[in-house]
């Protein structure tokens, strides 16, 4: 049996002591793990105390209360970050409050738990935390091995999920407590919230089940009839509230059908992602213009937006998994940094390639050729 070693921060001893009771014999196992994994703990009173002894002790987890003696426990939990400890915070406070919440995440807190508690919230708790170091230990031993894809997925997947479902948790509370009041409406921002946490969380679990399907090798094509059009006007449709939001003129540049054998899924995706990126990195009022062109040896697909492109060093970075591009421009965006490496790959299975070209502040050209001479399981139909 692994034991994980917990420090309890807190400076009242009935706090310590019910800790100690509740977690004493506890032990946490799921099916996934080769072994269980029971608790040993430690307390001190105050931040100070717990600085001293994570700087000489290896830590796992932290139970760490808010309102203490001298430094509170927020400077502790950014002591941790910037000095770059390696082991997990939960907060656990009666203080608990949207702006601590979000303070507490922004500063790398797992998780938190308001007082008081019962003794099944903190094994609850407990467990979303052991789980959450047994899978940076799994990923670690991967990575020793080489294993270098499905260490990505695992870490990429792990690091990207826990604050949106962080946040999402303390939302939740603060709803359960009724502690902005009992009218729903004043609960609307943290819905909306919620909910736009959950749709990203969705979009970066697909695109790492792409990802590790198409390395894998295990992704067969399933090759049928596929009408572009249909497939780019689902894509359109897909984004049109985004546009309709910032404003933005799609215009189209296609026939009625433009028919090829393909894996539909693959062009969907392949569609969803170009268009999707042309709205949400364009610009309010601007435009994103779709052409599919039939050339004598090739198909053209060409995206284009007015939006806040990107420079030389940028677009070189692009095409690489888990890469996003990073300024003042983008860090409201949200994405997985898989979609356009996942675009590439799927269009190498069909002999075609991906281009950019981009301007800062002026847009950027996407577009996608296959060649349909060289295709042995691709038919252009007139």
Known sequence: MAKLKILVV??????????????????????????DFEFELSEVETGEDAIDIINNLAID?????????????????EYIKKNKINTS????????????????????????????????????AIESITKHLFLKRMTKKMHKEGKQIRFQF???????LKSPLNAIEGY???MQDK???????????MISRSMERIKGMRSLIMDLLDLTRIESGEKKQNLTEVNLVEIAQLAIDTVEPMAIQKNIKIITDFSKQEIITADVNEIEIIFNNLISNAIKYNKDDGEVNISI???????????????????????????????RIRNEKTKSITGSGLGLSITQKFLKLYNGKIEVESQV?????????????????????E
Do not use: C
């Not at 310590?16 to 004493?24: A, M, N, P, V, Y």
């Not at 950027?364 to 139909?381: A, E, G, Q, R």
């Open 179 to 189: 502690q902005v009041g009992t009218n729903i409406n004043d609960y609307e921002t």
């Open 361 to 381: 502040d002026k847009g950027s050209v996407f577009t996608v050729t296959i060649p349909l001479d060289k295709l042995k399981h691709i038919k252009f139909k």
């Open 10 to 35: 807190d400076d009242e001893p009935g706090i310590r002591s019910g800790i100690q009771r509740i977690l004493r014999n506890y032990s946490v196992s799921f099916p996934f793990m080769d072994e």
């Open 89 to 124: 915070v939960m907060m656990i406070t009666s203080y608990a409050s949207l702006d601590l919440a979000v303070k507490a995440t922004k500063n790398g807190a797992f998780n938190f738990i308001p007082k008081p508690f019962t003794p099944q919230e903190l094994r609850t």
């Open 293 to 323: 062109k039939k050339e004598t040896k090739e198909l053209k697909i060409i995206v284009s937006d007015t939006g806040i492109g990107m420079s030389k060093k940028e677009t070189a970075q692009l095409f690489k998994e888990f890469s």
């Open 61 to 77: 987890i932290v139970l760490l209360d808010n309102k203490l003696p001298g430094i509170d426990g927020i400077e502790v939990l």
């Open 154 to 160: 695992l870490s990429v997947l792990s690091h990207e």
């Open 172 to 174: 939740l509370r603060i």
